[in-house]
């Protein structure tokens, strides 16, 4: 099992910056690779960034290409998303997940393990 703990949502205005960090504990961190999924009221869950279990490569959905970051530490068992030049569609939650193997999928039910999620607001 592995245990995931999101942090670091708030309220921000348009153009502002948050940085999200997701806590691993249970297996071991670098097994896993790992995604940033959000979800918006009334509407599906979306893939947002992925990270390979050594961080060598990553992926961004294109509406958020350019402006958000998803790094991860290893040593510390924690993925990152920090988000920049936020807008009030990036409004949502926003969850991690971790999925065993090598690489990132942009699907959410490639995933084995997520977060509860915490919350992201936008404002005009």
């Known amino acids: 099992q592995v245990q995931l703990v999101e942090s670091g949502g708030g309220l921000v205005q348009t153009g502002g910056s948050l940085r999200l960090s997701c806590a691993a504990s249970?297996?071991?961190?670098?097994?896993?690779?790992m995604g940033w999924f959000r979800q918006a009221p009334g509407k599906e869950r979306e893939f947002v960034a992925g990270?390979?279990?050594?961080?060598?490569?990553?992926y961004y959905a294109d509406s958020v290409k350019g402006r958000f970051t998803i790094s991860r530490d290893n040593a510390k068992n924690t993925v990152y998303l920090q988000m920049n030049s936020l807008k009030p569609e990036d409004t949502a939650v926003y969850y991690c997940?971790?999925?065993?193997?090598?690489?990132?999928?942009?699907?959410?039910?490639?995933?084995?393990?997520w977060g509860q999620g915490t919350q992201v607001t936008v404002s005009s």
């Open positions: 249970g297996r071991t961190f670098s097994d896993y690779a």
């Open positions: 990270i390979t279990r050594r961080g060598i490569s990553t």
């Open positions: 997940a971790a999925r065993s193997g090598i690489a990132y999928h942009t699907l959410a039910n490639e995933y084995h393990y």
